[in-house]
């Protein structure tokens, strides 16, 4: 009998098909139109981009304008490509345009659907992001679709690592512009490092369409984007703990795969504490309990973890003597990526690569806070829906699923569960050979480099001819992928999530058209393309009655998207397909989240070696396991957005501010309210309301006043005056600093002051603003414990992170007075030098960041005397900041060494 339920989808249909049935009129308005579009020339097709943008620009409605934008962008595509869209294509692209994820399955077309929604937003003039997980898909879908908005009248451009900065600003000056997701965060962070507004890259965050957008909202924001210069080097350390730590029994530390952490056991503690005391790295009084020992014990942990958690050709790769990472999600490889805290080079140290030093936090941000950046968000993947809770809840994004263009054919079988591994993999090379003999591409996925390498030898035993596609191989990607449909191919492949080139049965015929070019520049492209077209037909024929693509992977992966991805390889827009999981009891996911029940039931079974268990209930059973790991996951990213909204806030507040800063002409005004701020809280403090004059300390006032503001004010026969209460000496401090700033302003010459003012702004908000990063880290790795208090570590982080953003905002007043008040008149040499000089450690930092790290001044190396120098003569030290080298060449701050005694 069917339940309820059943029946009510049966008569009403599912929500999901209710909202596809709301846009079929849509759809129908576009079709109805067609015919006009059809008879316009090229030139016309290029006139109606300018009108439409003509009624945007008056406030006509983006939705009003859709059905004209989506059929001109139609019959532009049909012209430019030769593809025109599948009424489910215009579909996906109407609910990319409403804010909306659209699930489309492999094959189906996204790379052309997000030209609609991007042509249609674009139209206002304030430029749309295409974001892809890398920078190949970015500069091909740039070219390749880079043809259908010129036909429309519209720029291209496409954001990649390492780009000239001229071309940079021009891409994203573009109407449409294509880029990594990584690119966008790290641009978003730099612009908030720049001294002027003519350098910043990104003017708008107006409408992004994000590809892949589950790897790139979901896998990535786990990990935010941080800026960082290199801290204090520290090898020799590194080096001799890792000396200790390959020794450690398994007696002395426990492991927790679930959530990757390793610790010492108690006995393990006093091991280490001889260990390092012999290595001469714990002096002899000291202990791993001592509070001095804080910063050994955390590296000692690190080390422990690089040795007993990090693989090798799983985690990373090591290549031209460096450790690079891998994405666990993708299995590309993250160069550029370094993990925190000394753990990447605790794991350098365990490689033996040249270790670099750590980095201090510059700027950091989260893909989830920089994406809500956005005025209007969209995504397209294949695999949504498992996590469209977090979609809704994190980026108030719904989540579509779009009906395919013709019925999926493929058979998706029950998984299969061995054993032990060693049967598993003998099943899987069995289905290989089996399949391999019919002709049958297959497409085997495995879930790291070392289990693709092992499986390979095995191959390479029974000898069948295989492509390996992993992080190692990562530029010969797309020929592989596009050689994968062809009749008796067999690759292996890490981790496929979002590749972005279709495997198309019998074969790819534009990368093999572009192969015989490259053999051949003299042949006629129209007729290799005819002759490889009929071979590929052909052999099309030839791999549908062998049963199309056959994916078989050899793990289920800790999160059901990725095994739907790999699964969505086969069966692309209506061909045959099959796909099935091979298991064991020893793989990751049912060995660390309970396969002891299973293995009971299999034992009670009695199985024979090789024999495996096939039943609906296994799938049900590890679907249940993986959808445990996945709300895991899911909470991890909701408790690191949590901390990071916090910052968050205060990000916005800093970035609106430098931003107000360099809009601004003049800035006399803002940098006059801070020094009289300044002074108010000196009053307050040294003359206290209501209180008698013999309570004052008059004398502390003038010294504050001098050393604060810069002014040699007569404060101590003001206070001797009849009549002179706080008010009135807050009144004559303010006048008599007004006066030194303006006599200094007619010296200087109001241009100069002017840009002294910006520059010294921006250059002590930068600096105080990294030195708040680094307190808010320190107190992000503490407040954990205040749970055993029982106060809730989040709201003790907000607390304490609002005070401190107080005490930063107070100490940005008083610095930027300080050095207002310490600056003199000079030559026009001298000035030119000092602001030229305070524009270079500007832009110091943000000119030599990289994708990952920011190559900036060395903190507190040794270095040589300014030339000149007199530690006597205050006069030959020149200008430098708070936080600048100290010119005598200690190595140490400024105002750690000599600017004290300034």
């Known amino acids: 009998m069917l339940g309820f339920g059943t029946i009510a989808k049966k008569v009403f249909g599912t929500p999901n098909d209710r909202k596809i049935k709301t846009v079929r009129p849509l759809v129908d308005k576009i079709n109805a139109l067609e015919p006009e579009f059809e008879a316009l020339t090229d030139d016309q097709i290029k006139d109606k981009t300018e009108t439409l943008a003509k009624r945007a620009m008056e406030g006509e409605s983006l939705d009003a304008l859709l059905p004209e934008a989506f059929a001109n962008c139609r019959e532009a595509a049909k012209r430019a490509l030769g593809l025109r869209a599948f009424d489910t294509q215009l579909i996906g692209g109407i609910f990319l345009h409403k804010g909306n994820i659209s699930e489309m399955k492999t094959g189906e077309g996204k790379t052309l659907v997000a030209t609609f929604p991007a042509y249609l937003n674009a139209l206002t003039g304030k430029g749309v992001h295409i974001v892809t997980v890398n920078d190949y898909l970015a500069r091909r879908d740039a070219e390749w679709m880079g043809n259908v908005y010129a036909a429309l009248g519209l720029t291209t451009g496409v954001i990649v690592p390492q780009q000239p900065e001229d071309e940079k600003r021009a891409a994203y000056e573009c109407d449409v512009t294509y880029a990594t997701n990584n690119e966008l965060g790290f641009d978003y962070l730099r612009d908030n490092m720049k001294s002027e507004l003519s350098q910043m890259y990104q003017k708008h965050h107006n409408f992004a369409i994000v590809d892949e957008v589950d790897s790139i909202l979901i896998d990535e924001a ?4 941080i800026i960082s210069g290199p801290a204090q080097d520290r090898s020799d350390m590194y080096r001799t703990i890792n000396e200790v730590v390959p020794d450690v029994d398994d007696q002395y530390y426990t492991l927790d795969e679930k959530t990757r952490q390793a610790t010492f056991t108690d006995e393990g503690n006093d091991w280490l504490e001889e260990r390092l005391r012999s290595s001469g790295l714990l002096p002899e009084e000291q202990t791993l309990y001592d509070p001095e020992s804080v910063t050994l014990v955390h590296h000692v942990n690190q080390a422990l973890r ?80 498992t996590e469209a809770e977090e979609f809704r809840e994190i980026y108030g994004l719904g989540v579509v699923e779009i009906p395919t263009n013709r019925p999926i054919a493929r058979l998706d079988e029950n998984d299969q569960v061995y054993r032990t591994a060693r049967e598993k993999f003998e099943g899987v090379v069995g289905q290989i050979k089996a399949a391999h003999e019919t002709g049958q591409p297959m497409l085997v996925g495995t879930t790291s480099i070392e289990k ?22 990562h530029e010969q990607e797309a020929q592989i992928i596009a050689d994968a449909g062809k009749l008796g191919a067999v ?60 994916v078989l992977a050899t793990e289920r992966h800790e999160s059901r998207r990725i095994d739907n991805q790999l699964r969505g390889r086969s069966g692309r827009q209506g061909d045959p397909g099959r796909s099935s999981f091979f ?146 000496m807050r009144e004559r401090l303010e006048e008599a600093s007004d006066t030194f700033i303006a006599e200094k302003t007619e010296a200087f010459g109001p241009e100069a002051m002017r840009s002294i003012e910006k520059q010294l702004l921006l250059q002590t908000i930068d600096a105080k603003w990294r030195e708040h990063l680094l307190t808010l880290e320190h107190l992000r790795s503490v407040v954990g414990f205040r749970g055993y208090a029982q106060r809730d570590p989040l709201n003790e982080y907000k607390t304490e992170g609002f005070q401190l953003f107080e005490r930063l905002l107070d100490s940005l007043r008083v610095d930027v007075s300080q050095k207002l008040g310490q600056i003199r008149p000079m030559s026009p040499e001298e000035q030119n030098a000092l602001m030229a000089q305070m524009r270079e450690q500007q832009e110091r930092a943000a000119k030599a960041v990289s994708a990952a790290a920011a190559v900036g001044p060395a903190l507190e190396k040794q270095g040589d005397a300014t030339e000149g120098f007199d530690e006597n003569d205050p006069t030959t030290w020149g200008n430098p900041g708070r936080n600048d080298l100290c010119p005598c060449g200690s190595g140490k701050k400024f105002k750690h060494c000599h600017g004290r005694l300034a």
């Not at 499986?455 to 992993?470: P, S, T």
């Not at 049965?505 to 077209?533: C, F, S, T, Y």
Request: charged content about 30%; overall charge negative; hydrophobic content about 40%.
């Open 452 to 473: 693709s390498e092992h499986l390979a030898k095995l191959l390479e035993a029974e000898g069948i001819k295989f492509n390996v596609l992993n992080a190692r191989l």
């Open 491 to 550: 690759t292996i492949a890490t981790n496929m999530a979002g590749r972005g080139t279709d495997i198309q049965l019998g074969g790819n015929v534009e990368m093999r058209v572009l192969q015989a070019m490259a053999e051949d520049p003299e042949a006629d492209p129209e007729a290799l393309r005819a002759k490889i077209g009929a071979e590929v037909a052909d052999e099309k024929e030839k791999v549908k009655a062998a049963g199309g693509l056959y």
């Open 583 to 728: 298991l064991s009891l020893e793989d990751d996911l049912m060995r660390i989240f309970g396969s002891e029940r299973l293995d009971k039931v299999l034992s009670g079974l009695g199985m024979k070696e090789g024999e495996a268990i096939e039943h609906p209930w296994v799938n049900k059973s590890l679907e249940r396991a993986q959808a445990k790991v996945e709300g895991r996951n899911f909470d991890i990213r909701k408790q690191l957005l949590k901390f990071d909204d916090v910052m968050n806030d205060q990000r916005k507040v800093i970035f609106s501010q430098r931003r107000e800063i360099m809009e601004a002409e003049d800035l006399s005004e803002i940098v006059q309210d801070m020094r009289h701020q300044v002074i108010d809280d000196l009053v307050a403090e040294y003359m206290p309301p209501k209180s008698y004059s013999d309570q004052w300390d008059i004398e502390g006032l003038y010294a504050a006043v001098i050393r604060d503001i810069g002014v040699d004010a007569p404060v101590m026969s003001w206070a001797e005056e009849e009549g002179v209460d706080d008010d009135v």
């Open 222 to 225: 786990r990990t935010p984007l």
């Open 306 to 385: 690089a040795h007993k958690l990090f693989q090798k050709d799983k985690d990373y790769i090591v290549r031209d003597d460096e450790v690079v990472l891998i994405d666990e999600f993708t299995g590309r490889m993250m160069v550029g990526r370094r993990l925190s805290d000394g753990l990447h080079q605790a794991i350098e140290a365990k490689e033996g690569v040249s270790i670099k030093p750590e980095n201090v936090t510059l700027a950091s941000v989260t893909f989830q806070n920089y994406f809500r950046l956005y005025d209007k968000l969209s995504g397209m993947t294949g695999t949504a829906l």
